[in-house]
């Protein structure tokens, strides 16, 4: 009778449930080895989170350097912004405007979901009508003859001056920059150009006595260039609309990309 005694409570205690469930058990963050919080080695909050750790080692490489282990970052603040040159780009500024090199509008080098206000276009846009605005008529004056050569070319200079004098001062700051910084580019002959026509015929128009006998026609004028000046500046306008208008459309190509990725994502684990 006593064998059976002995085998019957040897089998009562094979039945007993294990000491710690594995559910009750928590992931080590450093090697991911499951760990009962009762008999951890150590623990340590960080961030209000309570990890435990299997080994003291664990918990010393989580001390020194916790965001390794957490997934998260020192620092939540976006990253400043940046604006580079499609042309050239070692070209980085801290802040939109033109490209001290090759004159283009900078551009940001990070592109996001939300849609930057393109300030550069809208003032491109408005000069460019204001500029059409104005040199329509002064071609029509030009190639007529219905106003006296003396009056015809004071007119010419009233009509061409806010083109030149407004609607061109980007490309005359741009000609500047590219003074400065001894890399002349695309805005420097134009600068060149529109400058040198319009002072020549302010000149002429103003004081055409100052010119040799040579210069001037049978009443006293002198030829003026003030359409020309003023066409270069419409169509260099016209050309820097289409080319930010272009460039606007890619971005919203790309941000509309990046409106098809998924706002969340669900990571899984292995355990």
Wanted: aromatic share 6%.
């Amino acid at each position: 009778m006593e064998p059976k005694k002995g085998l019957r409570s040897l089998r009562v205690i094979s039945e007993e449930p294990a000491a710690t469930p594995s559910a009750e058990r928590v992931k080590d963050p450093v090697c991911g080895m499951l760990v009962d919080p009762a008999r951890a080695a150590g623990s340590h909050v960080h961030d209000g989170i309570t990890y435990h750790f299997c080994n003291p080692r664990c918990l010393e490489r989580f001390k020194a350097e916790p965001t390794k282990f957490t997934g998260a970052t020192e620092s939540c603040e976006p990253p400043a912004a940046e604006w580079i040159c499609p042309m050239d780009p070692e070209v980085r500024q801290d802040h939109a405007g033109a490209c001290p090199k090759c004159g283009m509008a900078l551009e940001p080098r990070v592109i996001t979901e939300a849609a930057p206000e393109n300030h550069e276009l809208v003032d491109m846009t408005r000069r460019l009508w204001v500029s059409v605005a104005l040199t329509v008529p002064l071609l029509g004056l030009a190639m007529t003859e219905l106003l006296p050569g003396r009056l015809r070319a004071w007119c010419e200079l009233g009509l061409a001056s806010p083109v030149v004098l407004w609607a061109a001062r980007p490309f005359f700051e741009r000609l500047w920059a590219s003074v400065k910084s001894r890399s002349l580019n695309m805005f420097t002959l134009i600068g060149l150009g529109v400058g040198v026509a319009y002072l020549f015929s302010v000149v002429a128009a103003i004081a055409p006595g100052l010119f040799p006998p040579d210069f001037r026609a049978p009443d006293g004028t002198v030829g003026v260039y003030f359409e020309a000046a003023a066409a270069i500046v419409a169509l260099v306008l016209l050309g820097q609309v289409m080319e930010l208008r272009a460039r606007a459309r890619t971005g919203a190509a790309i941000r509309a990309l990046l409106g098809l990725a998924p706002k969340t994502a669900r990571r899984l684990r292995g355990d």
